[in-house]
Structure formats: structure tokens, C-alpha cells
Nanobody, 127 residues
Framework: QVHIVESGGGSVQPGGSLTLSCADS????????MGWFRQVPGKEREGVAA??????????YYSDSLKGRVTISRDNARKILYLQMNDLKPEATAMYYC??????????????????WGQGTQVTVSS
């Protein structure tokens, strides 16, 4: 059974930083996608960053709107996916989700490529 748990969200002032974590277990893909998405009420889930992990390589993708202010990384030994976010702005306020899916050569920042999701962690940026 696939189990995904996000953590690290919270309230932060504009310009601040947060690091989100995603602990995952139970899936059995040799090549797969893992990604961070965010969603606000009434809007679609938006891709933030993703890693396509192959047998020997990993490819990283970032949303154009957030590139330079977020960094995705993965501790393979501990099976934890991280999202470091810097210089946060109020428009970053959202529920952040971690997703896992089988390898796909379609858009890795599309939520349609992901099969399993965590419950999300809330990020609020305000003064």
C-alpha cells in the first residue's frame, strides 16, 4: 500500500523560507515521477517542481513562475522528497501536495501524471 505524508508547512512572513518534506513508501516503480503541487480553493492543482527518477539518472523540472525560488531534492536512502522555498510571497499561500506516479513522458508538472497523493501541508504567507 502506497503511503505519502507531507510535513513542514506553516505560517511565514513575506520574504521568508520554508522547507517541505514528503515521506513516501509502498510503491514499486523502477522509474517514476515525484512532484510537489499546490492548490488554492476553486483552482486546479498547480505543478511546482518534479523529479523524474530513472535507473541511473534523475531529471528535475520547475514551474517557470517559481524557478529560482524553489529547489526540489530527494534523499533516496530515506525516501524523502524535499521542497525548499525561498523569498516567499503572499500568492504562494496554498495547500501543498506531494505526488507519486509511474514514469511518463508527458508533462511532469501535470497532476494527471500522478497516481498517489498525500493529504497536503498548508503554507500561509502573510504579514
Amino acid at each position: 500500500q502506497v503511503h505519502i505524508v507531507e510535513s513542514g508547512g506553516g505560517s511565514v512572513q513575506p520574504g521568508g523560507s520554508l522547507t517541505l518534506s514528503c515521506a513516501d513508501s509502498g510503491y514499486d516503480y523502477s522509474v517514476y515521477l515525484m512532484g510537489w503541487f499546490r492548490q488554492v480553493p476553486g483552482k486546479e492543482r498547480e505543478g511546482v517542481a518534479a523529479i523524474r527518477t530513472g535507473r541511473t539518472t534523475a531529471t528535475i523540472y520547475y514551474s517557470d513562475s517559481l524557478k529560482g525560488r524553489v529547489t526540489i531534492s530527494r534523499d533516496n536512502a530515506r525516501k524523502i522528497l524535499y521542497l525548499q522555498m525561498n523569498d516567499l510571497k503572499p500568492e504562494a499561500t496554498a495547500m501543498y501536495y506531494c505526488g507519486v506516479g509511474p514514469n511518463s513522458y508527458s508533462d511532469p508538472l501535470s497532476s494527471l501524471q500522478y497516481q498517489y497523493w498525500g493529504q497536503g501541508t498548508q503554507v500561509t504567507v502573510s504579514s
